[in-house]
């Protein structure tokens, strides 16, 4: 069996360094668009609702 057979297991390869903006605390603390505004990198699932899967680059 490859090692990525499901869309969740490569996305979690391919974020594993990043932070899950929709579970970290900090992250909701901070909020998405003030991070942003600071310069801070965001990655979007593009299958995703607006909402979900959002990951900070910038820890």
Same mark, same amino acid.
Do not use: C, K, N, W
């Given at each position: 069996? !490859? !090692? @990525?057979?499901? !869309?969740? *297991?490569?996305? &979690?390869?391919?974020?594993?360094?990043?932070?899950? *903006? %929709?579970?970290? !605390? /900090?992250?909701?603390?901070?909020?998405? &668009? /003030? @991070?942003?505004?600071? %310069? %801070?990198? /965001?990655?979007?699932?593009l299958?995703a609702?607006?909402?979900?899967? /959002?990951?900070?680059?910038?820890?």
């Amino acid at each position: 069996m !490859p !090692p @990525y057979s499901s !869309p969740d *297991a490569l996305r &979690d390869h391919l974020t594993q360094e990043e932070i899950d *903006a %929709g579970r970290d !605390p /900090v992250a909701r603390f901070v909020r998405l &668009d /003030v @991070y942003e505004q600071a %310069g %801070g990198s /965001v990655r979007r699932d593009l299958f995703a609702d607006e909402q979900s899967s /959002v990951f900070l680059a910038d820890a």
